[in-house]
């Protein structure tokens, strides 16, 4: 389940709609102009360790058109994906269902939600940055959950889009964010594309 912010002025709520508006119809045009497509590749991170991840349930923060989502639930795991853009939700459960495998897909907008505490055994988030969820994430996660966490550091903007510094990690970010939690694996390095990214599989010790 997904819940939503407490209590802001009326004057908030209507800025904060009009920016998610905005947000969501820029991002369903870019689905849009993409048309159709075949289900992509998940994530080679995700791949890569997908058997260290506690089977169970799997939160996807903005998941785009499900393909790792997809890939997860071919995996045995119950997956929840949460997008800003309705096309690519659309997208992800009719991917799924020609996949042979049911997700539960939302649309939403990240900047106004508040996630449950203590309730997935898994948060993933690819390539998306929005920093005061962070320590959300790590509410959300069950003890003995893992976040599986990947996306750009600063050093990408010599190699290309995103450049603005606010999507781009600092050296060493995502460690002093997770600082809680055990640290499993970690990397920081240029990936084929060539891409700089960070990469984090982290757990939430269970209580003695």
Same mark, same amino acid.
């Given at each position: 389940m997904?819940? %939503?912010?407490?209590q802001?002025?009326?004057?908030?709520? !209507? &800025?904060r &709609?009009?920016?998610?508006?905005?947000?969501?119809?820029?991002?369903? /045009?870019?689905?849009?102009a993409?048309g159709?497509?075949?289900?992509?590749?998940?994530?080679? %991170?995700?791949?890569?360790?997908l058997a260290?991840?506690?089977? !169970?349930?799997?939160l996807?923060?903005?998941?785009g058109? !499900?393909?790792?989502?997809? %890939?997860?639930?071919?995996?045995?795991f119950?997956?929840t !994906?949460?997008?800003?853009?309705?096309?690519?939700?659309? &997208?992800?459960?009719r991917?799924?269902?020609i996949?042979?495998?049911?997700?539960?897909?939302?649309?939403?907008?990240l900047?106004t939600?508040?996630l449950?505490?203590?309730?997935?055994?898994v948060?993933?988030?690819f390539?998306?940055?929005? &920093?005061?969820l962070l320590?959300?994430i790590?509410?959300?996660?069950r003890?003995?959950?893992?976040?599986i966490?990947e996306?750009f550091?600063?050093?990408q903007?010599?190699?290309?889009h995103?450049?603005?510094?606010?999507y781009?990690?600092q050296?060493?970010?995502?460690?002093q964010?997770?600082?809680?939690?055990?640290i499993?694996v970690?990397?920081d390095?240029?990936v084929?594309?060539?891409q700089?990214?960070?990469?984090?599989? /982290?757990?939430?010790i269970?209580?003695?």
């Amino acid at each position: 389940m997904i819940l %939503f912010a407490g209590q802001i002025t009326a004057a908030a709520i !209507g &800025r904060r &709609r009009g920016k998610a508006v905005d947000e969501r119809e820029r991002w369903n /045009a870019r689905y849009a102009a993409q048309g159709e497509r075949a289900l992509a590749a998940p994530n080679a %991170f995700l791949r890569a360790h997908l058997a260290m991840l506690p089977k !169970g349930t799997v939160l996807e923060l903005a998941m785009g058109e !499900g393909h790792n989502a997809i %890939f997860l639930a071919q995996h045995g795991f119950s997956v929840t !994906g949460v997008d800003i853009s309705d096309v690519a939700v659309a &997208r992800a459960l009719r991917l799924a269902d020609i996949t042979g495998v049911t997700i539960e897909a939302r649309q939403a907008d990240l900047s106004t939600l508040t996630l449950p505490v203590d309730t997935y055994d898994v948060v993933a988030c690819f390539h998306y940055l929005q &920093r005061n969820l962070l320590p959300q994430i790590v509410d959300a996660l069950r003890p003995g959950g893992m976040v599986i966490y990947e996306t750009f550091s600063r050093e990408q903007a010599q190699h290309g889009h995103p450049t603005n510094p606010a999507y781009l990690l600092q050296p060493n970010e995502l460690l002093q964010t997770f600082q809680a939690l055990r640290i499993r694996v970690y990397r920081d390095v240029v990936v084929e594309g060539p891409q700089a990214v960070v990469s984090l599989i /982290a757990e939430k010790i269970s209580p003695l």
